[in-house]
Each structure stands twice: as C-alpha cells, then as structure tokens.
C-alpha cells in the first residue's frame, strides 16, 4: 500500500514537472512574438515607454509600415523567387532521390556518400565560391544572374537534405509494387509518377514547408547577389526599414508582422498534415 502511495505521488509529481517545463518553454517562446504584436499596435509613445499592452490598438501603423517600406514590391518578388525555388528543389531532388533509391549505376553509394558530406559544410563558408560561381556565370552565359532571379533560385534547387530525405522514403517501398508496373509495362518514369510521388506525399510536403521558411527568411544571400529593389525578397526590405524606420519601434514592429504574417497563415493551414508528415517520415529534430 506504501508503494502505491509513492508510485501515484511520483506520478503525479512528474506529470506537473512535465507540463511546468513545457509551460516555461512556451512562454519564452511565445513572449517575443506576443511582445512583436503588441508594439506593432501601440502609438509611438508607448512603443519607446516599454509597454507590454497597447491603451488603443493603432491598426494604422501595418498601413504606414506597407506604403514606406515598399512592401507590395517586395512581396510580389519574394512569391516569385519561393515558387521557383520551390519548383525546381522539388523536382530535381525527386529525381536524383529516385535514381540514388530505385536505380543501380557504377559509383551510386560513393557519390551519396560525397553528397552527404557536403551537409558538414557550414552555409556561410559556401557563399564565397557560390557567389564567384554566379558572377561567372552571368558573365559567359546569355542570361544576367547577378541581381536576376537565376542567382536567388538556381543555387538553392539542389538541396541534399531534401535528397536525402526522399531517397530514404523511396528506399522503403517494396520492389514489389515496381515488379508489377514492369509487368504492365511501366518504366521508371511512369512507376515515379504514378506510385511513388503518391506514396510520397509525408516527405514532400515537409520539404516543401521547409523549403518555403528557408526561402522566404533568406537575407544574408540575396543582400549579396542584388543591388537594387528590383529582385530583393521581403527580408531584405524589412532590413532596410528598420535602418529607415529609425526610433520608429512600432512601425518596425509592424513591417515585422507583415514579413511574417505569410509563414504563420501557411503553418496554421498545415499543422495537422506537417506534424503527421514528419512522424510518419521519420524526420526528428
């Protein structure tokens, strides 16, 4: 009976710990976001006081935040360099995913071997060479890259984590299922389309989530291949408000929430699938 008594209180003592600590985790995470939000609401005044509520909710600042930062330019830029990049990593890394899983050619597991390695290579080492690379590029071939789409997409298409990722996926799928499309006559191709990519939909969807984030938040990259408005994505618009924005800390915070705003509606509409997407592929953090 003693024991009883001291197992339930252990119970009981763990279960509050648990949900103590998570507690303690989601306000530290949440706090600065909910701090964001409120500053973007306050006047002037109370943003430089250090409130933490706003006395009146100032909806006018988003509206002078999106007409001085230009924010419709860099938007519409930023939706056209995702939906490239996410076009062309998607479909280059299904493709060699498939071959590196479903395919036997001399030097397969050397060269994922060499690929993997390169997940070693800190981003910021690489940016040197990559930038070198476009620059000559743009300067024999008869495309411009350099403050160009082609600089702020083509680099980023060839992502070895999402490689990995499918050609672990494709890797499990029973050789079965390819049998019987030889049998009806399908090729590589037709079994990639038709019962792959199908079975395949956990590990794209996280990837294009991914995807999305990665290239929706790059700054460092696009600040060094573009010079002008022109190409610039909204994080690099966002960074030169807040230059221009000076003392201004509501209206800071305010182009803050527009830049963001995109990654939170996409989260909400895919928490359920993202969440089931990554367990079910296996991904852990």
Do not use: C
Not at 36 to 50: F, Q
Not at 227 to 256: C, H, K, T
Request: charged share 10%; proline share 5%.
């Amino acid at each position: 009976m003693k024991h009883l008594w001291y197992y339930r209180l252990w119970r009981v003592t763990r279960i509050v710990l648990t949900y103590l600590i998570l507690g303690v985790g989601a306000v530290l995470a949440l706090g600065p976001f909910v701090w964001m939000v409120s500053t973007s609401l306050m006047s002037l005044g109370e943003a430089i006081s250090g409130k933490w509520i706003p006395s009146t909710l100032h909806w006018e600042n988003y509206v002078v935040a999106w007409k001085e930062a230009q924010f419709a330019e860099y938007f519409f830029n930023t939706v056209v360099i995702t939906l490239i990049t996410l076009a062309g990593e998607l479909t280059f890394s299904v493709l060699a995913a498939y071959a590196f899983a479903r395919m036997r050619f001399p030097g397969r597991d050397l060269i994922f071997t060499i690929l993997l390695s390169t997940m070693m290579i800190p981003a910021m080492v690489l940016m040197i060479p990559n930038f070198l690379t476009v620059t000559w590029l743009g300067r024999v071939g008869p495309i411009k890259w350099v403050n160009n789409w082609p600089a702020l997409t083509i680099p980023f298409m060839g992502s070895v984590f999402s490689i990995f990722l499918l050609r672990q996926f494709f890797a499990q799928i029973p050789n079965d299922l390819f049998d019987a499309a030889q049998i009806d006559g399908a090729g590589h191709l037709q079994f990639l389309w038709h019962v792959v990519l199908p079975l395949s939909k956990a590990p794209i969807l996280v990837i294009t989530v991914l995807s999305f984030i990665g290239t929706w938040n790059a700054l460092a990259w696009p600040l060094l291949v573009t010079n002008s408005p022109e190409w610039r994505p909204i994080a690099v618009g966002l960074y030169q408000f807040v230059d221009e924005a000076g003392s201004e800390m509501n209206l800071q915070m305010a182009g803050a929430v527009i830049a963001v705003l995109p990654i939170l509606i996409l989260y909400f509409l895919t928490q359920r699938q993202f969440t089931e997407s990554i367990t079910r592929s296996g991904l852990k953090g």
